[in-house]
């Protein structure tokens, strides 16, 4: 199976957090935190769709303005989340900018405000000087559908503030057999995706799909059912990546981070701190590298990756890793 969704940590375990995910064959991505964005490739972060933020606390959300510089004359809106008091926080950075020179910049924000039960978004339109439309307020049940495909929960975790957690969940995944088109005179192409999109949309089995067929030398395009289709893909599990950074160890967010990361193929987790100085772990109300590992077992995550250290182990950062496996394989 080729995996759909690339994850990749932009900085280094000591910087700001930020993780870059594209999915692939799509171009597009998904970023989750918005700490320092130097690091990433403006070809990279116009992929960007949509946007997580844990909390605003200055190293997860100083990327915004980067992003936002890079994205200002792209057609396509950007979509972002984030907790409580998010909506403000977006519109004060905003509003510190002067936008007499972008009239013509068709670029728009689409935010979100995450709460228990309920999301509220504002519109920033570009072409508007990113004054707010109106607010908008929907249910909301820990479940954000991005789109047929791809879904990600959310949990809202103890930082002394909110802070929250993300689990990026593919529904399924869908292996093209191409050994078998091949066999049976069918290009590869554009159309794939298509097929694609209408197996995930759940598409009638006589619904008609355009396939290119090869009929002497020459390519042709004939209609077929859905159903004539299905011995050139099969449907296995989807990935799952789990994100969790700036938080407590306490009952209630242990419980909360085992079951958002349960089963996950890849288990993003802060590790701020070894575990001899559990102490200064909880006054600043992080993780340490033990409790990160403990939370990626119990929760049977396939694989862990510990990021956001500490700076006062720069010197030892093996440390951190090797407590942390250590924890995980238990």
């Keep these: 199976m080729k995996p759909l969704l690339r994850p990749q940590l932009v900085n280094n375990p000591f ?9 692939l064959w799509e171009r597009r991505a998904l970023l989750f935190d918005m700490g320092e ?16 933020v844990s909390h605003t606390h200055i190293d ?8 936002l510089r890079v994205m200002l004359n792209r057609e396509k809106a950007l979509k972002i989340f984030g907790p409580p008091g998010f909506l403000d926080q977006v519109q004060g950075k905003l509003a510190g900018y002067t936008w007499n020179l972008t009239a013509a910049y068709p670029f728009s924000i689409q935010a979100f405000e995450i709460h228990p039960e309920r999301l509220i978004s504002r519109e920033f339109v570009c072409q508007e000087r990113f004054i707010p439309r109106g607010e908008k307020e929907m249910a909301f049940n820990g479940l954000l559908t991005l789109d047929p495909q791809l879904q990600v ?19 399924f995944h869908i292996n093209i057999h191409k050994d078998r088109l091949d066999a049976e005179g069918l290009e590869t192409g554009a159309w794939l995706m298509d097929l694609k999109a209408m197996i995930w949309r759940g598409a009638d089995e006589d619904s008609p799909v355009r396939a290119p067929y090869r009929e002497g030398g020459s390519i042709q395009e004939r209609e077929t059912p859905l159903k004539n289709l299905k011995n050139f893909f099969t449907i296995s599990p989807g990935q799952k990546i789990a994100y969790v950074t700036d938080c407590r160890f306490t009952k209630e967010n242990i419980e909360k981070i085992i079951a958002l990361a349960r089963e996950a193929d890849l288990f993003f987790c802060e590790a701020g701190f070894l575990e001899k100085d559990w102490e200064r772990a909880e006054e600043r109300a992080h993780l340490t590298a033990r409790q990160a590992g403990e939370l990626g077992r119990l929760a049977n ?30």
């Design 15 to 23: 910087e700001d957090p930020a993780l870059f995910i594209e999915v």
């Design 37 to 52: 964005l130097g690091n990433c490739r403006p070809a990279k972060l116009l992929k960007v769709s949509h946007a997580f």
């Design 60 to 67: 997860h959300f100083i990327g915004f303005d980067t992003l």
């Design 153 to 171: 929960r959310v949990a809202k975790l103890d930082h002394l503030i909110p802070s929250l957690a993300f689990a990026l969940e593919e529904r």
């Design 301 to 330: 995550a396939r694989k862990l990756q510990i990021f956001h250290f500490s700076p006062k182990y720069e010197k030892e950062p093996e440390a951190l890793f090797q407590e942390a496996e250590e924890a995980f394989q238990g």
